[in-house]
């Protein structure tokens, strides 16, 4: 069943949008340089690393502290301007984030396995 696009919030029970927050990385990374920040990046608790689309962002895993159970936002009329401006035309109501990322990272050793792939001398440092 398709949702009307302004229906799908007052739906959605598991709020996955309101449970983490991304930041674009800017220039993807390219250099040993580049990528060991990444590692150290990606080796803290709650933070993951994705290409999507041909962008790099840095995802932390937070959930926002206004979220009430049930999914609803407990500062809806005072809400900050981004969560005014998203659109949810797709959303994770729709599908999982993780189905259009092209590479994605969840810890440490996931990125190294990469690094040792893309970087052939990774470890002759």
Not at 32 to 61: C, N, P, R
Not at 71 to 91: K, T
Request: charged share 25%; net charge negative.
């Amino acid at each position: 069943m398709e949702l009307a696009v302004a229906n799908k919030c007052s739906r959605c029970t598991n709020s996955n949008c309101c449970t983490y927050t991304t930041e674009a990385l800017g220039a993807a990374p390219r250099s040993k340089a580049d990528f060991d920040h990444l590692l150290w990046q990606v080796s803290h608790q709650g933070v993951e690393i994705y290409k999507d689309e041909g962008d790099w962002y840095l995802m932390i895993l937070g959930r926002c502290e206004h979220l009430q159970p049930g999914g609803a936002c407990g500062i809806y009329e005072q809400r900050p301007q981004i969560c005014r401006d998203y659109d949810n035309h797709w959303c994770e109501y729709d599908a999982p984030a993780e189905e259009g990322f092209e590479l994605h990272f969840r810890n440490y050793a996931e990125l190294l396995g990469y690094c040792r792939k893309r970087f052939k001398s990774w470890d002759k440092r």
